[in-house]
């Protein structure tokens, strides 16, 4: 009984493991702290839709907080773009000048990269054509907050009535302070791109004309369930084209009390020769979807390819330089955790160093095992008995009319 009770906990700690079918390894971290892991498209395939399986080890086997991150469809940069400088000069106790080139056709504002000071500063601006004929532009000019807790310069914007001087002179007043080091000047834009998502790829394509009711359709597999967020077409003919799509899937539901398959509506939208050809769509996770196109009387659309895309997720979290992490998944009865990590999400930078997941490795379930035939199973067995006891039926059917014959 004793041994029992000892085994018990070993049974169902076996079972706490293997219940994560899906395992990886991450590459190695350079440096210790926060990173960010964006996932591959297997992982998603084979954990939770929400990710309550996924998991993070150690070394030692122990659990890595992490939280989940979704990023926005845009990617803001700012961008600095330093001017030239063309001259500098100091006149102790007195003042320092910079005069630098403006590289627009007009200006209203500049950025000035600063050293590290402890005080305020006042200036004049003035522009010039020809750095001989200087005009008035700001005369009573001020900066404050000259330092950054966290690093060794601050930047500085100056703003001023717009002009279209090709030379700039700022003055700075020392007479009772001491010069300020300014390392460069330039202007700060701010772009946005869009930011990429990733590529989904499909098992098969095969296509098929349905002719009695003027459609083609597209029955598209992948090699597991995959999230699908956006399509894109590329159409190389005809020219011009207006076609109605409706993507769906085959599902099954119960009708008085009988099973039925029937298409399940996944998304609708229409093709255009005038518009582009990327589409977002209500989120799929399927593995196999038809894409039915409506021709109507018209000549079928000719694809180069169609592609198909998800929106990224990353996993952040903290790692350590030499350390060897291993992530698990699969589990369709874990619940998802909670770390203290989640709760600093909002004061995370999105500008985090990255490792990726490799060796993604399924363990294959009972359902995925392909199931072994027994030879009494196999169809030439059964009919080959089929025919023997047929012949046998016979064989005693002539037999017993012979019998009555002689009767």
Not at 136 to 150: P, Q, T, V, Y
Not at 338 to 352: A, G, K, P, T
Not at 371 to 397: A, R, Y
């Amino acid at each position: 009984m004793k041994q029992i009770r000892f085994l018990l906990p070993l049974l169902f700690a076996n079972l706490a493991i293997a219940q994560y079918n899906t395992t990886g390894e991450l590459t190695e971290a350079n440096i210790n702290g926060l990173h960010e892991i964006r996932l591959p498209n297997e992982i998603r395939s084979f954990s939770n839709k929400d990710l309550s399986d996924f998991r993070i080890f150690d070394s030692k086997g122990k659990e890595v907080p992490y939280f989940i991150r979704k990023k926005g469809k845009l990617l803001r940069t700012n961008e600095y773009a330093t001017f030239k400088i063309v001259s500098k000069t100091v006149l102790k106790d007195t003042s320092s000048s910079i005069i630098f080139e403006n590289p627009f056709k007009t200006i209203k504002q500049f950025v000035l990269s600063v050293a590290n000071y402890s005080g305020s500063k006042t200036f004049k601006l003035s522009g010039s054509n020809n750095r001989e004929e200087w005009f008035g532009i700001l005369n009573n000019g001020a900066l404050s907050n000259l330092h950054d807790a966290k690093g060794i310069s601050v930047d500085k914007t100056i703003t001023f009535p717009q002009c279209a001087y090709r030379y700039l002179k700022i003055v700075f007043n020392d007479k009772n302070s001491l010069p300020i080091n300014v390392l460069k000047i330039g202007s700060i834009s701010n772009n946005a791109i869009h930011r990429a998502l990733q590529i989904v790829t499909p098992q098969t394509k095969t296509t098929s004309e349905l002719i009695q009711e003027k459609k083609t359709q597209i029955h598209v597999t992948f090699k597991n369930k995959e999230v699908i967020n956006q399509i894109q077409f590329k159409v190389i003919a005809p020219e011009f084209f207006n076609r109605n799509v409706i993507i769906y899937t085959k599902s099954s539901r119960v009708v008085k009390h009988k099973t039925e398959v029937y298409n399940k509506e996944l998304a609708r939208f229409r093709l255009n020769s005038e518009t582009e050809m990327i589409f977002n769509i209500p989120e799929i996770i399927e593995d196999s979807i038809y894409i039915e196109i409506e021709n109507k009387d018209s000549n079928n659309l000719t694809f180069s390819d169609i592609r198909f895309f998800q929106k990224p997720l990353y996993i952040i979290t903290t790692l350590n330089k030499n350390e060897h992490y291993s992530i698990k998944t699969g589990s369709k009865t874990a619940k998802a955790p909670e770390y203290d990590l989640s709760f600093f999400r909002n004061n995370i930078s999105e500008d985090l160093p990255s490792v990726e997941i490799k060796e993604i490795v399924k363990q294959k379930t009972p359902q995925d095992l392909v199931k072994k035939e027994s030879l009494w199973q196999k169809p030439w067995f059964m009919w080959s008995c089929i025919i023997i006891t047929g012949l046998v039926i016979l064989f005693f059917i002539s037999n017993l009319v012979k019998d009555l014959k002689k009767e």
